[in-house]
């Protein structure tokens, strides 16, 4: 029998989507993966796609008010509950207090991806002015790396080379601020509103310590849009090197 044929023109402005069966974000802290790319997750997510969050610190510097200090881990940590079980989110919390770069974290990182096996990596861009944020793109881009190239770390008959790696922008990692950037745009009219939402009634906690993130989210939102002739839309930077793109984000 001839193979299925599973070639698609695209004619005019009907661009087909190739989607993920799993999508896999890492998160600095809770909330990052709402700010920087709730819009997206939540529209490939509506196309079928299975999320898996990963967020690497409990957030400890996330309070205004020195009083609200001993108890912004419980809040975050229940806040980042709420949101994951009632979007149906994976949530794989790894814990840690700091992310200063060691060969436990990378070969856990690896290790996750090894058994979650994503399609698509969203993570953030290795030159994040947040030092949690930017360690963990350093450690994620090794742990890659072993993925698709080798068997460290217990990597035997364990190969994965995700279909697609992205760096997604953030209010500490705003992307005219990086030359030669190639941006990937992603149209997300149809889950803005449901993102502002979610971090709005959720993410209760970080709304006086972030007080103009979702301003800054709102604005860039905006700005992207009008790139594709859209209303809101998230932008991202693929990663290339040992992950040929394959599935492309729109």
Request: glycine content about 6%.
């Amino acid at each position: 029998m001839m193979p299925e044929n599973r070639n698609i023109i695209c004619e005019d402005d009907n661009l087909p989507i190739v989607i993920p069966k799993r999508i896999l974000v890492l998160a600095g802290h809770p909330d990052d993966e709402l700010v920087s790319c709730g819009g997206t997750i939540l529209k490939y997510q509506q196309l079928g796609s299975e999320i898996y969050i990963v967020v690497a610190t409990p957030g400890l510097g996330g309070y205004a008010k020195e009083k609200n200090k001993n108890k912004v881990v419980e809040r975050r940590e229940a806040e980042l509950k709420h949101v994951t079980e009632e979007l149906k989110w994976s949530l794989i919390e790894l814990d840690y207090l700091d992310m200063e770069i060691t060969r436990e974290k990378i070969s856990r990182i690896t290790n996750v991806i090894r058994d979650y096996r994503p399609h698509v990596i969203l993570m953030p861009h290795y030159s994040d002015f947040h030092r949690v944020h930017r360690n963990l793109s350093l450690i994620a881009r090794e742990a890659i790396y072993h993925c698709s190239t080798g068997k460290a770390y217990g990597g035997h008959e364990r190969n994965w080379t995700p279909l697609g790696v992205y760096y997604y922008e953030s209010p500490s990692c705003k992307f005219q601020y990086i030359e030669g950037s190639v941006f990937v745009v992603v149209d997300i009219k149809t889950t803005w509103e449901q993102k502002k939402e979610i971090f709005n009634h959720i993410y209760v906690s970080q709304k006086l310590v972030l007080e103009r993130v979702l301003e800054w989210a709102e604005d860039t939102a905006i700005l992207r849009g009008n790139e594709i002739n859209s209303t809101y839309a998230e932008a991202y930077i693929p990663e290339t090197a040992y992950t040929p793109l394959k599935i492309l984000l729109i």
